[in-house]
């Protein structure tokens, strides 16, 4: 049986490029968030990837790169360039074989 009220009304669409960015996350739906997006990029052979996590206090940034250290198809990250972001973005490359 469908619900037309379901949860599916509460879920974010977001385009798969070559570039992710956090701002309109809750920091919870952040992990998660990570990993399905980088399978997808995976799966269509994006990368890099630029993860915009913010400058902030650095929560979302800790978040990204603890997800990050655990996906074992991630083969390099780092902080983003001056003209990429700086320390407010995440350059992650990953494996798309």
Not at 30 to 40: F, G, P, Q
Not at 44 to 51: L, M, N, T
Not at 73 to 90: F, L
Request: overall charge negative; hydrophobic content about 35%.
């Amino acid at each position: 049986m469908s619900d037309n009220n379901s949860s599916d009304s509460n879920v974010i669409r977001t385009p798969i490029t070559d570039e992710l960015d956090l701002h309109t996350f809750q920091p919870r739906e952040v992990r998660s968030l990570i990993t399905e997006y980088l399978i997808a990029c995976k799966h269509k052979g994006i990368s890099p990837v630029r993860i915009i996590h913010g400058k902030g206090k650095g929560i979302l940034r800790r978040i990204v790169h603890a997800e990050l250290d655990v996906i074992p198809w991630v083969n390099e990250y780092h902080i983003a360039d001056t003209t990429g972001g700086h320390w407010g973005a995440t350059i992650v490359y990953i494996d798309t074989s």
